[in-house]
C-alpha cells in the first residue's frame, strides 16, 4: 500500500530516532545500571561547585550524603536537595569532632587546601570509613613539560629552591595536591585511595569567570581576539560527568589514581570557540593573534579554558584520559556543556554584578580588548 508523505516521515523518522536517542544518552546507559550497594557517603566541602552536582548524583542513585563545612558557603545550585543531606559543622583547620565515632562507605574530600587538612581526615577516618576520594588536581604535573602526562609521570613533591615568585605560587597549589594524595595513600593504601586529577572544572555553579567569559564573548558577537594558535589542545571536564564519574567509581570499587580530564578527543582552540559559538547568532569575526610577545605585552597570556604554550605550562592540556574514560568517564557534548552553563549564568543563582562585571571590569579582556585588536592593527601596519 502507497503511504502518504507524512505516514512514509512518521515511519521513517519513528523509525529512526529512538535507536539515535539511546546512544546518544550515555548518561541514561550508565543508569540503568543500578549500584549494587547504596553507600553512604561523606563529603568534606560540598556546597561550592563541585559538591553539589556529586550529591545530586548519588540521591538520584540512591545513596545517603553527609556533609562536612564550616557552614558558610551557600550552595549555588541544587539547593533544594541540601535539605535531604545530613550536614556536619566543623573547620577542618581545628575542628574534625562531628567526624568523630561515626561509620561512612566512602569520603569525598572535595576542601582539601593544605597538606595538614587531608592528613588528619585521612588518619581519623581510615578506620571509620572503607574509601578515600581525593579530589587533586592536574596542577600535579607543573610545570607542564615533557611528554608523559599520565598517571604514571612522576610529581613534584616540594617547591624548588630560587623560582620566581609567580613560579613560586603555581608550585605551591600543585605540591600540596601532590602531597595530599600522599597523605590519602599513606593512610589508606592503594586498594582503598581513589585519586583523581580534574583539568579545568567547566559548568554550572562555576566559581571562576574562566568559561563564562566565552559563553559571554561570543554570544556579543564582533572583533574577537582569539589568543594563540588556532591548533592549541583544549581540555576542560564539565563539572557534571565528573562529579557522576567520581561517584561511579566509588560504586565500582574503582580504587586507583586518574586524570580527569575531557573532552574525549583532542579539541582544538579553533573547535572549541566554534563549537561555543554554535549555541549563539551573533555575527562574529575572529582575529587570532598567537604572537607570544604580544600576547605577554598585553596581559592575555591565560585566557583559558586553554592555556597558552608558554613553556612551562605546554602540556597542561594533555592530560591522558585513557585511564579515566577506560574506567567509565563519560563526556556530555561541548553543546550541552554551555546550554546548562548559559541557563544558569542567567538566573538568579548568579548576581547581576558578576554578569556586568565580566563585561567591563578593569581585568576582563572584554573591556581591554577593542584597544588591544587597535594596537595588532596598527604593529601590523
Ligand atoms: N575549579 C577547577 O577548575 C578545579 C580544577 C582542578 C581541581 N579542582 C579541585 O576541585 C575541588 C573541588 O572544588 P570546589 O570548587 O567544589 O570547592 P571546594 O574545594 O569543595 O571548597 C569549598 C568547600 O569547602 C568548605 N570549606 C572551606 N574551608 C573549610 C574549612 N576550614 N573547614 C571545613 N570546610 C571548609 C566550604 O564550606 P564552608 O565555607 O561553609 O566551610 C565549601 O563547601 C577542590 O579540591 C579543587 O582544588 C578544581
Given at each position: 500500500m502507497k503511504k502518504s508523505r507524512r505516514e512514509f516521515l512518521g515511519m521513517s523518522l519513528g523509525v529512526g530516532l529512538t535507536p539515535i536517542i539511546k546512544a546518544n544518552s550515555l548518561e541514561n546507559l550508565m543508569d540503568l545500571k543500578e549500584p549494587e550497594k547504596k553507600l553512604k557517603i561523606l563529603i568534606l566541602g560540598g556546597t561550592s561547585f563541585l559538591g553539589p552536582h556529586q550529591i545530586a548524583y548519588a540521591l538520584k542513585r540512591g545513596h545517603e550524603v553527609s556533609i562536612f563545612t564550616r557552614g558558610k558557603t551557600v550552595p549555588k545550585v541544587h539547593q533544594d536537595l541540601f535539605s535531604k543531606v545530613e550536614k556536619l559543622i566543623g573547620d577542618r583547620e581545628d575542628n574534625l569532632e562531628a567526624l568523630k565515632n561515626r561509620k561512612w562507605d566512602a569520603v569525598i574530600d572535595n576542601s582539601g587546601r593544605k597538606t595538614k587538612w587531608t592528613e588528619d581526615t585521612a588518619r581519623l577516618l581510615e578506620a571509620q570509613v572503607e574509601a578515600y576520594m581525593y579530589t587533586s588536581s592536574?596542577?600535579?604535573?607543573?610545570?607542564?613539560?615533557?611528554t608523559d602526562f599520565s598517571e604514571e609521570r612522576s610529581l613534584v613533591t616540594e617547591i624548588p629552591k630560587g623560582v620566581s615568585e609567580q613560579a613560586q605560587l603555581t608550585y605551591e597549589y600543585g605540591v600540596m595536591k601532590a602531597t595530599s594524595e600522599m597523605a590519602t595513600m599513606n593512610a589508606f593504601g592503594p586498594q582503598r585511595s581513589y585519586i583523581v586529577r580534574p583539568s579545568l572544572i567547566v559548568g554550572p555553579g562555576d566559581r571562576t569567570d574562566r568559561f563564562p567569559y566565552w559563553l559571554s564573548r561570543l554570544e556579543k558577537g564582533g572583533d574577537i581576539l582569539i589568543p594563540g594558535k588556532k591548533e592549541e589542545v583544549v581540555q576542560y571536564i564539565d563539572v557534571r560527568d565528573l562529579a557522576e564519574w567520581m561517584i561511579r567509581l566509588l560504586e565500582n570499587k574503582a580504587a586507583g589514581v586518574y586524570n580527569g580530564s575531557g573532552p574525549g578527543f583532542e579539541m582544538t582552540t579553533n573547535a572549541f570557540v566554534h563549537g561555543v559559538h554554535a549555541s549563539y547568532n551573533s555575527p562574529v569575526n575572529y582575529i587570532q593573534i598567537d604572537d607570544l610577545n604580544f600576547l605577554k605585552e598585553n596581559e592575555i597570556i591565560g585566557i583559558q579554558p586553554w592555556v597558552i604554550q608558554l613553556p612551562e605550562y605546554a602540556?597542561?592540556?594533555?592530560?591522558?584520559n585513557r585511564k579515566a574514560i577506560a574506567a567509565g568517564l563519560q563526556f556530555r557534548p561541548l553543546s550541552e556543556t554551555v546550554s546548562a552553563t548559559k541557563e544558569w549564568w542567567y538566573s538568579n543563582a548568579v548576581a547581576q554584578e558578576r554578569r556586568d562585571n565580566i563585561l567591563t571590569s578593569q581585568q576582563s579582556l572584554m573591556s581591554r580588548e577593542k584597544d588591544i585588536l587597535e594596537k595588532w592593527q596598527n604593529r601590523k601596519k
Open positions: 592536574i596542577s600535579v604535573y607543573y610545570p607542564y613539560v615533557g602540556g597542561m592540556s594533555k592530560s591522558d
